[in-house]
T-cell receptor
Framework: GQQVMQIPQYQHVQEGEDFTTYCNSSTTLSNIQWYKQRPGGHPVFLIQLVKSGEVKKQKRLTFQFGEAKKNSSLHITATQTTDVGTYFC?????????FGRGTQLTVWP | DAGVIQSPRHEVTEMGQEVTLRCKPISGHDYLFWYRQTMMRGLELLIYFNNNVPIDDSGMPEDRFSAKMPNASFSTLKIQPSEPRDSAVYFCASQRGLRAVGELFFGEGSRLTVL
């Protein structure tokens, strides 16, 4: 069945360092979404990628969708303590949204 | 807009008791999703509705779980009888349409502890 794998599971960085999380699907996706969940909070939508090879930026965050539409990445440049949380990718396949396990980011000041 | 509203925010109950979680989606959203989040299994889709009709309930763990959506503004997830392994955060989310573009709006979740 459909699986969305996300790595790493945890990432600890010093403030100012970069951070990347990767998402891979076992099947071709119609689109991929990214969410952020702060500790004790709920997932909040960040962005959606639809086109093959698409790249989108939100300030220090860069999102990419692979050419084959089976993988994606989120890169944060110069992390800040406000970036702390768990980042989830979610791939849409045949109408259902499959969430990865998430990458929990800790940023040390 | 008030967003997706869930209640209760926290529930502590004893094994064997019935638990009912409630959700009010965002007005105008025609899709409603129930997710369960645990450390072991991450975010799992339990069931989703379109225009109040259950579309896919393949994620519902077993017969102890049931979900209803009697109208466009209200849904319930019921566990009867509850077991300690049901302890988790249960999220409700809603979406306008299920097209290529469609973000999920999550409620703040209901944290369930079954003793």
């Amino acid at each position: 069945g459909q699986q969305v794998m996300q790595i790493p599971q945890y990432q600890h960085v010093q403030e100012g360092e970069d951070f990347t999380t990767y998402c891979n699907s076992s099947t071709t996706l119609s689109n991929i979404q990214w969410y952020k969940q702060r500790p004790g909070g709920h997932p909040v939508f960040l962005i959606q990628l639809v086109k093959s090879g698409e790249v989108k930026k939100q300030k220090r965050l860069t999102f990419q969708f692979g050419e084959a539409k089976k993988n994606s990445s989120l890169h944060i440049t110069a992390t800040q303590t406000t970036d702390v949380g768990t980042y989830f990718c979610a791939g849409r396949d045949l109408g259902r949204l499959y969430f990865g396990r998430g990458t929990q980011l800790t940023v040390w000041p | 807009d008030a967003g997706v509203i869930q209640s209760p925010r926290h529930e502590v109950t004893e094994m064997g008791q019935e638990v009912t979680l409630r959700c009010k989606p965002i007005s105008g959203h025609d899709y409603l999703f129930w997710y369960r989040q645990t450390m072991m299994r991450g975010l799992e889709l339990l069931i989703y509705f379109n225009n109040n009709v259950p579309i896919d309930d393949s994620g519902m763990p077993e017969d102890r779980f049931s979900a209803k959506m009697p109208n466009a503004s209200f849904s319930t997830l019921k566990i009867q009888p509850s077991e300690p392994r049901d302890s988790a955060v249960y999220f409700c989310a809603s979406q306008r349409g299920l097209r290529a573009v469609g973000e999920l709006f999550f409620g703040e979740g209901s944290r369930l502890t079954v003793l």
